[in-house]
């Protein structure tokens, strides 16, 4: 009976608790065809890791903790990836479609002449064993329904925040397998320089809450310093610090922007939601001075509860909100931090 | 030096898509446009080989309507268009793509890098852009924010990718496949004498027997394609002072469990 590999992503040594969803995605999988639910670990601490995916349903792991895996590079991982399913013909292979993912997966695909499903928000089993999933297309505007057949390995990277996690199960335990390298460091070209960590910010595309701000940010009623530059640059940054910010410290929040406002210059492109920006997905999503063009929409469009918050009562925004709120963000949300800080007793 | 663009014809993304009776996704009488990731692999693709001294190559893969993508390349300034096009690409299937772009790649002989904007808008897909790249056999650098340093002679690529976490800066070896993000350049707007030219252009259309190659069974397929799921829109209003406002707010995201 042949296994349902998933790869846990990791970062610095530690798991991305995304991951445990691609656990629990891959868990519909070995139930079926009654394979071990196996994590596939790479790199710093996989050991202790793939303990605590075995907490998350994993009832096998495969580790591999060499130095060529200390930080993700795509040829030993796909290399590592490519080897173990040629080695154990497994019945799947799942990840979480981050940057990472996607390219990983679709890499050991390609080297293995297997099938793959990209970014899929549902999954099913048919009967012939085939996997007929549901993913998003034309920027979300529609879905569309694909198929891998049961015939080699089935490829399937998920989209982040659609699949649920299992409970997790403290003590439960995996047996584990270390595996060798595939690669050795003269055979890899690519060389990591150094990485340039974003301190202090919650990851856009895994946030349960997300605070995003617009064009309307500029209109911050504060004077700009005289040697500022820019007047509506500074009068834009100083808001996403001192207006959008603390409301996302309160909630536990990511912040996003506009493509208007990363445009101006008032936010770097890596908070940009929508459709050349990040596909979103959260519990809540707030949206500031956000006129709620389709383009927006599309990054945003399957978040659980929309907030606007606009000036103008006639936005689009507000046909797609569940709750609107009419005026200016800058005497509402000030106004909200407020309340939710003595409601959640921050 | 020869670079090679992929890129293909996308509904306006102002369009709106949906699925009509027969089952076929429509976006009425919009017009199509360059997929939007791609104009930025465009201009990186005509700045790299004027940079080097070069020959800039798009390609489009699909039917005819790709042909204004390729046009729209052409009248930015790349230097020739092919568009690749057989029934047996209809499969839809990913591996079939990317075997298919590999091929032609190594067709034109002499190309050191190949840059593909980050995915495609319509069918949401990359996938076929990596696959491209291992089928090559070539280096694959995804998600590239910045080239910091190209040395085609001796071979060798330094760059900056966006990944969740931040910035990765690293070196590594030509022949490459790349794709790039929206913070790399500002792509310029075709000029009139590049539209009067690209209007004139013959483009060259190949087969996958001109490629010589055969796709390697496709195992996966579309089966559908559904309207969304019809959203509960239904909007409440908020009113009252900005305080009020909030409190109302904070009732009712308590309400829903979202906080
Ligand atoms: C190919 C293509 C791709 C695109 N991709 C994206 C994308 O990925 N993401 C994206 O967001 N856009 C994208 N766009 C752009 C999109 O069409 C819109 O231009 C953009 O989303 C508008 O941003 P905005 O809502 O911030 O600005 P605007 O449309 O200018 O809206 C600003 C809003 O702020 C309100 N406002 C102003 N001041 C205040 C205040 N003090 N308090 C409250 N409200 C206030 C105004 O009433 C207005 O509704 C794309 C466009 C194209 C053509
Ligand atoms: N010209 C094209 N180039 C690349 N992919 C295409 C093209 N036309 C359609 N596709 C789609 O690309 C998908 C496979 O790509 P991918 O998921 O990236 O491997 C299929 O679902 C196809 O519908």
């Given amino acids: 009976m042949s296994a349902v590999y998933v790869w846990i992503e990791t970062f610095d040594g530690a798991a ?5 969803e691609a656990l629990g995605a891959g868990a519909l999988l070995a139930e079926k065809s009654g394979g071990q639910l196996t994590a596939l670990v790479f790199g710093e601490n996989a050991e202790a890791i793939a303990q605590e995916a075995a907490q998350y349903g994993a009832t096998a792991a495969i580790v591999c903790d060499d130095a060529t895996l200390k930080g993700f590079r795509l040829e030993p991982y796909a290399a590592l990836l490519t080897k173990l399913v040629q080695e154990n013909k497994p019945r799947a292979v799942l990840a979480v479609a981050t940057t990472r993912g996607r390219e990983l997966l679709a890499a050991s695909a390609a080297d293995t ?131 959008i910010q603390p ?24 908070h940009q939601v929508g459709q050349t920006g990040k596909t979103v997905s959260p519990d809540l999503y707030i949206a500031c001075a956000i006129s709620g063009a389709i383009q927006h929409q599309a990054g945003m469009r ?22 609107g709120l009419v005026g200016d963000l800058y005497q509402i949300v000030p106004a909200l931090t407020a309340e939710l800080k003595k409601r959640l007793g921050k | 030096m020869h670079v090679v663009v992929f890129t293909r014809s996308t509904p306006d993304t102002a369009a709106k898509v949906e699925v009509g009776a027969n089952g076929k996704v429509t976006w009425g009488d919009a017009a199509t446009v360059v997929n939007p990731w ?65 091929a032609a790649v190594q067709k034109l002989g002499d190309v050191s890098l190949v840059i593909c904007g ?12 990596y696959q491209m790249a291992r089928k090559l056999g070539w280096t694959l650098l995804a998600y590239v924010s910045k080239i910091l340093e190209v040395d085609y002679a001796a071979g060798t690529i330094k760059v900056e990718r966006l990944l969740e976490q931040g910035k990765q800066i690293v070196t590594s070896k030509l022949p490459a496949v790349i794709t790039v993000m929206k913070d790399i350049n500002e792509p310029r707007y075709p000029s009139f004498i590049g539209i009067r030219k690209a209007s004139k252009a013959e483009i060259p259309v190949w087969s996958l027997a001109d490629l010589g190659v055969t796709l390697p069974a496709a195992h996966t397929r579309v089966v559908a394609f559904k309207n969304l799921p019809v959203r509960d829109t239904q909007v409440e209003m908020i009113e009252g002072t900005p305080e009020e406002q909030a409190a109302t707010l904070a009732d009712r995201l308590l309400q829903e469990k979202v906080l």
């Fill in chain 2, 118 to 129: 980050k995915e495609s808008v319509d069918v949401g897909t990359d996938q076929h852009l």
């Fill in chain 1, 302 to 323: 399957t978040s659980k509860v929309i907030v606007a918050i606009n000036k103008d009562k006639d936005a689009p925004i507000f046909k797609m909100a569940r709750y």
């Fill in chain 1, 16 to 20: 991305l608790p995304t991951s445990w």
């Fill in chain 1, 113 to 243: 002449d297997s099938g793959m499903l990209s970014d899929v928000s549902s999954l099913e089993i048919q009967a012939d064993g085939s996997v007929q999933a549901s993913r998003p297309a034309y920027a979300g505007k529609v879905l569309s329904d694909v198929s891998v057949d049961a015939a080699g390995t089935q490829f399937m990277s998920l989209r982040g925040r659609a699949f649920r996690p299992n409970e997790a199960k403290s003590g439960a335990q995996a047996a584990v397998t270390k595996a060798a390298p595939a690669l050795s460091e003269d055979q890899i070209a690519t060389k990591i320089e150094r990485f340039e960590a974003e301190v202090g910010t919650v990851n856009l595309t895994d946030a349960a809450i997300i605070v995003s701000a617009g064009r309307g940010i500029a209109n911050n009623p504060k004077d700009a310093p005289g040697d500022a530059g820019d007047a509506a640059v500074w009068k834009a940054k100083d808001g996403f610090e001192s207006v």
């Fill in chain 1, 247 to 270: 409301l996302a410290d309160v909630l536990g929040a990511a912040v996003g922007a506009s493509r208007a406002a990363v445009d101006a210059g008032y936010i770097p492109y890596a």
């Fill in chain 2, 38 to 102: 791609d104009e930025y692999a465009l201009e990186e693709g005509i700045q790299q080989a004027k940079n080097a001294g070069g020959k800039a190559t798009v390609i489009a893969m699909g039917a005819e309507m790709h042909n204004e993508a390729l046009k729209h390349s052409l009248a930015m300034g790349l230097d020739a268009a092919i568009r690749i096009e057989d029934a047996a690409l209809d499969t839809n299937d990913g591996l079939a793509y990317a075997t298919a772009a590999a």
